[in-house]
């Protein structure tokens, strides 16, 4: 699994970039960390900005170097524009899709769920993060009484949260559906994706 563990808000305001959610520290101090954090950012070259664009993407879906490789490979392999295809795999991972639809309060959390079996998609059990989901797949809570009550509350704590309209969610039936896959826009990166691109095409 591709989780991090180190000091996350370090790492958020070293990018200057909320990666794990909202916090009102990163909003306290909105400078990078260390002894000079509080003077000017020093400017970054081409090849600097384009390797923070991509290590934004890799914290924030919680992805080791060689994972985001892998699916930076697939998603040149598919047909389309590179970049949207790259946000498109990284937001359709079951994970991803879990938190979204509110079942999980953290990406890392909503990992974890689907690790230790939580999950079905379209009726089968799924335990890989990774796994990408598709238009018309239908992601189930199993039939856990734990399960389910840790889900209920996280859906309740999540209700401030807008649902992406990509999604469908029953909350009666803790159910939620693959409307289809998400354009850009719906996205809405936080990066730069055309550099990350340029960055594994030197």
Do not use: C
């Amino acid at each position: 699994m591709g989780r991090y563990t180190g000091p996350r808000q370090k790492v958020s305001r070293r990018h200057n970039a909320q990666l794990f959610g909202p916090s009102k520290y990163f909003e306290r101090k909105n400078y990078p960390p260390g002894m000079h954090g509080p003077k000017s950012r020093r400017k970054l070259s081409e090849y600097g900005l384009a390797l923070s664009e991509k290590q934004k993407l890799r914290y924030m879906y919680g992805l080791y170097e060689r994972q985001f490789r892998h699916v930076f490979r697939k998603a040149l392999r598919k047909r389309g524009v590179t970049g949207e295809t790259l946000l498109q795999l990284l937001e359709t991972r079951l994970d991803n899709v879990a938190f979204r639809l509110g079942f999980a309060t953290t990406r890392p959390f909503a990992r974890q769920m689907v690790v230790h079996g939580h999950l079905r998609v379209n009726g089968r059990k799924v335990s890989s993060p990774s796994f990408n989901v598709r238009a018309g797949d239908v992601i189930e809570l199993r039939d856990a009484p734990k399960a389910k009550m840790m889900v209920q509350k996280n859906l309740e704590a999540s209700q401030m949260v807008a649902m992406p309209d990509w999604l469908v969610l029953d909350k009666e039936n803790l159910r939620g559906e693959v409307k289809r896959i998400p354009t850009r826009e719906e996205i809405a990166p936080i990066v730069n994706e055309r550099l990350v691109v340029e960055l594994y095409s030197r």
